[in-house]
């Protein structure tokens, strides 16, 4: 039987279509269909869009309730300052917040305020507190870097944070920082938001504002800057301790002439200004120029709190016993000799103190670089001082009876079951006090302690000024226990003076900014320690050390210098402890982890430093012929001189390194003292 054929389905409306229609009408179901997808997604981002509105609104007013109080924005809340001077009323440092007078903005140098505006905002007229395409370009920045490379804040903002924030990253105080930046610009004119900020934010050392900055390192007032000066206070603005020129003249002018570029960049100054600007040398305060001298200040600061007490709410100047030119020759003295590899031998730090004879400082160098390490290895660095002790050691002996003449055999001794050894094992026989100092002999001195007592020698050395604890056994008399620079200086001051007690000392005034004195320091005497006979024989041990000895290095022509070297086992520690007719000064030289230096001894990186200073250092006059002690010590050094030639050249101790001739040497010494 034939099937009938299968009937379609299709609605007889359809089936009577032709292609084209039904093609039409498959469009337009396609397109209804969008149509509601469409109109579905849009329904549902307006709705995400009103939920997170909301939740943004909410997080908004949170951020707006947490604001800080702006009702205290015209006031400066700010702390005592303190200014320190040294002897002759040069500025060495500020303490505390300098905050100097307001200044308007109409007052301003047009300079200054260009410069500032060319490196901080260049939109900032144009912007509403936050500008959209610096923060843009500083976005896309710090992504491609994947760190923060570059800040997009405006002045309004960096004058927000700089009144009302912490300087915490975090997104909550970004958005505070902008929401205030908004308010302040409803608040306030432009002009008036600039004077703000210039009047309020830090330019290192102490200083808020230009007018103090300008009086902290140019001496005057902000209305006389010119270009190249108002360039480098803009220039500090980015990292005011980076930039500052009392910590690195070098980088601060470079900085400055990054100022001037953008300032040529931006059309604010011409070719010619940039140019004329940045050949002009820029003068910093000269009592501004030591950044060394910021370890006296750390020694005085807390003694000045103890005077006028810690509640004491207004502004100080206090006269200090420093002299600023002592201080720069310090600091030179140190930074060339360990910046030069042959003269340090291995000696990365330094130490210097000099004490005028009554115990006042006048330089104080606590490190090679205040800026990388505020350990002052004067004060805090207790280290052995090797044969630099054994100054305490001869003056008991003489104090005993000994005198520099007397004889003693350099051979090897014993006491009990210790056996100290002289340098490298060699003995050069009999031999007067006078050379066995000089030489720095370990067998010499450790019989003459043993003659004379190592109590009295401790006894003695705590009456000169040694404050550290001395432990009474066999190796007091080669110094194996550890002292510092200071007291080591205070303890050689009555060798310089005529043998009385002399107290470190740095304060000679304090009074108020309105010249009421709080305190003055009164000249005091100290005790006599040294009786006549000692102090003259000690002398002449001393001016042989620098005469012919291992202190040759220290000598300078001209002057009277006397010392005597130190060396620590596996030359960890160096030390030269001497003493002109003004200065008395000890020089440590060593690696703060107490590794052995490449060799450096007493007599020889210490004993440059010494010299170097001592070239330089302002001193009240020149030996202009010998004293007697002098005399005394030249004819003891011409009645050795004969038997110091036919001696082995051998050097016996660390200090005695280089051959030499001492004829030669020691009449190098009598000239220079003619």
Do not use: C
Request: zero cysteines; aromatic letters at 8%; glycine letters at 8%.
């Amino acid at each position: 039987m034939a099937r009938k054929p299968v009937q379609s389905r299709r609605p007889s409306s359809e089936r009577r279509r032709s292609p084209a229609q039904r093609r039409a009408a498959a469009r337009r179901r396609k397109a209804r269909q969008s149509t509601g997808l469409f109109g579905r997604l849009v329904k549902y981002g307006a709705a995400a869009a009103l939920i997170l509105s909301v939740a943004l609104g909410i997080w908004l007013v949170a951020m707006a309730r947490d604001l800080p109080d702006t009702s205290g924005l015209t006031e400066v809340e700010r702390t005592p300052s303190i200014a320190f001077y040294d002897q002759n009323g040069r500025l060495i440092a500020r303490r505390g917040s300098a905050h100097g007078r307001v200044a308007e903005i109409d007052d301003l140098p047009p300079y200054l305020v260009d410069a500032v505006l060319a490196v901080e905002d260049r939109r900032f007229y144009d912007h509403f507190g936050v500008d959209i395409r610096g923060t843009a370009r500083a976005l896309w920045a710090n992504l491609r870097a994947g760190r923060v490379v570059q800040g997009g804040s405006t002045l309004t903002q960096q004058l927000a944070k700089n009144l009302f924030l912490t300087p915490e990253r975090t997104m909550r105080r970004k958005v505070q920082e902008m929401m205030l930046a908004f308010w302040l610009e409803s608040r306030f004119s432009k002009d008036e938001i600039l004077e703000l900020y210039l009047n309020r934010v830090y330019f290192g050392g102490g200083a808020w504002g230009v007018e103090a900055a300008s009086m902290r390192y140019f001496g005057k007032s902000v209305s006389e800057l010119n270009l190249g000066e108002s360039a480098l206070l803009a220039g500090l603005l980015k990292a005011p301790s980076r930039y500052s020129p009392v910590s690195d003249a070098e980088r601060a002018a470079a900085r400055a002439t990054v100022v001037l570029d953008l300032m040529e960049q931006t059309g604010r100054i011409s070719s010619d200004e940039r140019y004329e600007a940045a050949a002009t040398p820029i003068r910093v305060s000269r009592g501004a120029s030591s950044p060394g001298a910021q370890y006296f200040v750390d020694w005085l600061a807390p003694r000045v709190r103890e005077i006028v007490g810690p509640d004491f709410e207004l502004d100080l100047r206090i006269t200090t016993t420093l002299d600023v030119d002592a201080q720069r020759a310090a600091e030179y003295a140190v930074a060339s000799t360990l910046g030069d590899e042959d003269a340090a031998r291995g000696a990365s730090e330094a130490a210097l103190i000099s004490l005028a004879h009554d115990g006042a400082v006048r330089a104080m160098v606590g490190g090679r670089d205040y800026t990388r390490s505020q350990y002052n290895r004067v004060l805090l660095a207790q280290r052995q001082p090797g044969s630099a002790f054994k100054a305490f050691v001869y003056a008991s002996a003489f104090e005993a009876g000994l005198r520099p003449d007397d004889i003693r055999t350099d051979a090897p001794v014993r006491v009990g079951d210790w056996q100290p050894a002289n340098y490298n094992d060699e003995y050069r026989g009999e031999m007067t006090l006078r050379e066995a100092f000089a030489r720095s002999s370990n067998s010499i001195a450790v019989q003459v302690a043993e003659e004379t007592g190592r109590g009295h020698i401790a006894r003695l050395a705590e009456r000169l000024g040694i404050e550290t604890h001395l432990r009474i056994d066999r190796s007091l008399a080669l110094g194996a226990y550890e002292v510092n620079p200071l007291e080591m200086a205070v303890a050689y001051a009555p060798f310089a003076n005529g043998g009385r007690r002399a107290e470190a000392h740095g304060i000679l005034m304090i009074e108020t900014s309105d010249g009421e004195i709080l305190h003055e320091a009164s000249p005091v005497a100290g005790d006599r320690v040294l009786d006549q006979r000692t102090y003259a024989n000690m002398r002449d041990l001393f001016s042989a050390v620098t005469g012919w000895g291992t202190g040759r290095r220290a000598r300078v022509d001209g002057l009277d210098i006397g010392g005597k070297t130190g060396t620590t086992n596996s030359f960890r520690d160096a030390w030269f402890a001497g003493f002109s007719e003004d200065l008395v000064t000890v020089v440590w030289t060593g690696n703060d982890d107490n590794t052995p230096t490449d060799r450096a001894t007493g007599g020889s990186t210490p004993a440059t430093v010494f010299h170097r200073y001592m070239l330089d250092a302002p001193r009240s006059g020149l030996a202009s012929e010998p004293t007697s002690t002098a005399l005394e010590a030249l004819m003891a050094t011409l009645q050795n001189a004969e038997a110091a030639v036919d001696a082995s050249t051998t050097p016996a101790d660390p200090e005695e390194e280089e051959e030499r001739d001492l004829i030669g040497a020691f009449l190098s010494g009598l000239g220079g003292n003619n």
